[in-house]
C-alpha cells in the first residue's frame, strides 16, 4: 500500500472513530437520493402503518389564540401522537444476492408536511445500519448504528424531521447476525406546518393547513461568507413537537465542553410557569441538536447535508428574568474534533453593541442572517401572568435597512453576536415582520444571564468560567483555527492534560499529524 493510500486510510480510521456520535442527514432537493444510496431499494413490498387523524384546524385555532396573547412560545410545528409499534408490524426480507436481512416498515399521517420519531429499546447489532427517509427519494437519515445508542438515554433515539407524509425505516444488516437488531417506535409526530419550503412538492394533497407565511426578507447565511465560522456554532434544536435554535459556546477553560445556550421559554411547557416539571426535564434530556442545516452555497439549495447529535443533555442552569437555558450535550466529545462546528465566542460585558448580528432558523428551516441597525436596551418584558423581567434585562434590536432580514417563530433562543463577532444574548421574542420603522426583536441579555439569579443552577458563570478566571469575554475555536490547533499540540500543561481525555488527546494529536501528512502527499 501506498504510503498516500495508507495515511488516507489512517485518517479516515480516526475520523470514524472521532465522529461517530453524530448522525447525518441528507436532503436531495430534486428527489434523487436512491443514486447515492442504492441499497435502500433492494426490498419491494413494506407494509405500511397509518396513524389516526389529527384535527390540525384545532392547533391552528391553539396557536393563533397564544401568539395573540404576544408573549414568548417555541414554535410548535407538528403534534406528537403516541404510539407502540413493534418488530412485529415490519417485515424481514432476505437479500441472498447482498448476503443481507433487511427490516422494513413504512409510516404514513395523511396530509403531514413532515414526520418525526422517538425510537425506542433500540438493539442494533454491531454490524447493522438503520435508515429513515422519504419513498420519494427526497431525504435520507443515517446509517445509524450502534455506536449512536446510549444507555443513559434508556437506549431511545429521537430522530431528525424528515419531509413528507411517509416515512420508511429500514434495518440492514449480515444475514449472520440473524436478524438480531430490535427497535420500538413510541412516537410519530405530525407535521403540520411546512418546515421544508425549497423542497419541491411538498404540499400535502388535502391543504386544510393555514401556513405561517414565511417572511420574504429572510437572508440565506450562505450568501454572508464572512459569517461562516459562527454559523458552524449554530444549532437547529428539535424537541418533539417543537422547534427553536441557540448556540454551542466556548467557556474561559478551553476545553470545548459542549454548553449550548438558548430560550428559557423553548422548554417551559404549554403553562410558561416557570418551573421544571419532570416531563419538562425528561424532554430537555430527549432533544436533539443540528449542526450544519444550511445551504452550502448563496442561491442554491442543491443537496443539504447537516449533522445530528441525539446522545443526551442535561439542564446545567436557567433564568426565566432573562429567558436563558444552558444545556450541556453529552456522549459528545467527537464536537471538538468536528471541523464543521464551532464554539462560539462571548462578551459579559455591559457595553451596548453599535451592531449587531443574529444567525438562526426561522420556522425551523434551513439556517438565516439577521442584521440590526441599532440596539437599545428594552423596557419590562411581560409573560405568562404574573411573570414580568424588569426594564433593561433584555437587548431590543430594531431593523428597518431593507437587507436587515427579520426572525420568526423557530428563531428563539438563537445567538446575538456584537460587532467582534462574539455571543451577548439569545432571542427571546420579536414581532415578526420585515425591516420597517417598526421591526425589532429582543434578546435576554448575557451579561445579566452571567449572574443570573445568584446560583450555579440559575447563571452562567459557574459553567461558562468553573475556575473563577473572571473572565470578561473569551473568543470562538474551531478545529481549523491554527492557533488552535498549535496550543493543543504544543501544551503539555497540566490544565490540558486534566481538561482532555487521555485517549482524546492522543487521537487529536494523530488527527492532525494525518490531515498534515495527507496533505503534503498530495
Keep these: 500500500m501506498s504510503k498516500m493510500k495508507l495515511s488516507l486510510f489512517l485518517l479516515a480510521l480516526l475520523t470514524s472513530v472521532l465522529l461517530n456520535a453524530q448522525i447525518k442527514n441528507t436532503i436531495f432537493e430534486n428527489g434523487d437520493a436512491f443514486y447515492t444510496f442504492p441499497q435502500l431499494k433492494y426490498v419491494d413490498f413494506i407494509p405500511c402503518v397509518d396513524m389516526p387523524p389529527i384535527n390540525i384546524d384545532s392547533l391552528i385555532q391553539e396557536d393563533n389564540e397564544l401568539d395573540a396573547q404576544g408573549i414568548g412560545r417555541p414554535f410548535r410545528f407538528g403534534y406528537p401522537i403516541e404510539t407502540n409499534i413493534g418488530m412485529e408490524e415490519g417485515n424481514w426480507t432476505q437479500i441472498e444476492q447482498f448476503n443481507v436481512n433487511v427490516w422494513s416498515i413504512c409510516i404514513s399521517s395523511n396530509n403531514a408536511y413532515s414526520l418525526n420519531f422517538l425510537l425506542s429499546d433500540v438493539r442494533l447489532s454491531p454490524s447493522a445500519e438503520l435508515y429513515l427517509f422519504n419513498p420519494e427519494g427526497y431525504m435520507v437519515s443515517g446509517p445509524i448504528t450502534s455506536s449512536n445508542i446510549y444507555t443513559d438515554m434508556e437506549s431511545t433515539l429521537p430522530t431528525t424531521v424528515l ?6 425505516i429500514q434495518i440492514i444488516e449480515p444475514i449472520s447476525d440473524n436478524m438480531d437488531s430490535r427497535i420500538k417506535i413510541s412516537q410519530v409526530t405530525h407535521g403540520y406546518k411546512n418546515t ?17 407565511t414565511l417572511l420574504t426578507c429572510h437572508n440565506d447565511v450562505a450568501c454572508y461568507p464572512d459569517w461562516e465560522t459562527e454559523s458552524k456554532g449554530v444549532v437547529r434544536m428539535i424537541n418533539g413537537s417543537i422547534a427553536c435554535s441557540g448556540s454551542l459556546l466556548n467557556n474561559a477553560g478551553d476545553n470545548l465542553t459542549t454548553y449550548v445556550l438558548t430560550a428559557f421559554h423553548c422548554f417551559d411547557g404549554p403553562l410558561g410557569d416557570k418551573i421544571w416539571s419532570y416531563s419538562e426535564i425528561s424532554d430537555i434530556n430527549k432533544s436533539i441538536h443540528e449542526f450544519g442545516y444550511k445551504k452550502k452555497k448563496c442561491g442554491l439549495t442543491s443537496t443539504i447535508t447537516y449533522y445530528t447529535y441525539s446522545s443526551g443533555c442535561i439542564l446545567r442552569a436557567s433564568h426565566w428574568v432573562t429567558d436563558f437555558i444552558l444545556i450541556e450535550l453529552l456522549n459528545v466529545d467527537s464536537c471538538m474534533f468536528d471541523e464543521n462546528i464551532c464554539f462560539l465566542g462571548w462578551d459579559r ?33 411581560t409573560w405568562q401572568y404574573p411573570y414580568v423581567s424588569p426594564p433593561g434585562s433584555y437587548w431590543c434590536a430594531f431593523s428597518y435597512m431593507s437587507n436587515s432580514g427579520s426572525t420568526q417563530h423557530g428563531s428563539s433562543g438563537a445567538p446575538l453576536f456584537d460587532m467582534n463577532n462574539r455571543v451577548v444574548g439569545q432571542l ?15 434578546y435576554g441579555r448575557f451579561d445579566l444571564s452571567w449572574e443570573g439569579g445568584g446560583t450555579p443552577d440559575t447563571r452562567l458563570k459557574d459553567w461558562l468560567d468553573p475556575a473563577g478566571t473572571d473572565t470578561l469575554f473569551i473568543d470562538g475555536t474551531y478545529l481549523g483555527k491554527s492557533e488552535y490547533i498549535k496550543l493543543l499540540i504544543s501544551d503539555t500543561s497540566t490544565n490540558y492534560i486534566k481538561s482532555f481525555k487521555y485517549l482524546q488527546y492522543i487521537f487529536l494529536y494523530l488527527y492532525f499529524f494525518m490531515s498534515n501528512l495527507c496533505q503534503n502527499l498530495n
Excluded at 415578526?432 to 429582543?442: E, F, G, K, W
Design 163 to 168: 419531509v413528507g407524509s411517509s416515512v420508511i
Design 196 to 212: 421544508f419550503p425549497f423542497v419541491a412538492n411538498r404540499k400535502p394533497k388535502e391543504d386544510t393547513f393555514q401556513e405561517y
Design 349 to 381: 460585558s455591559e457595553t451596548v453593541p453599535n451592531s449587531s448580528t443574529c444567525i438562526h432558523h426561522p420556522l425551523a428551516i434551513d439556517m438565516k442572517i439577521t442584521f440590526a441597525d441599532y440596539v437599545t436596551l428594552s423596557p419590562y418584558v
Design 428 to 442: 427571546a421574542m420579536g414581532n415578526n415582520l420585515c425591516p420597517s420603522d417598526t421591526a425589532y426583536q429582543i
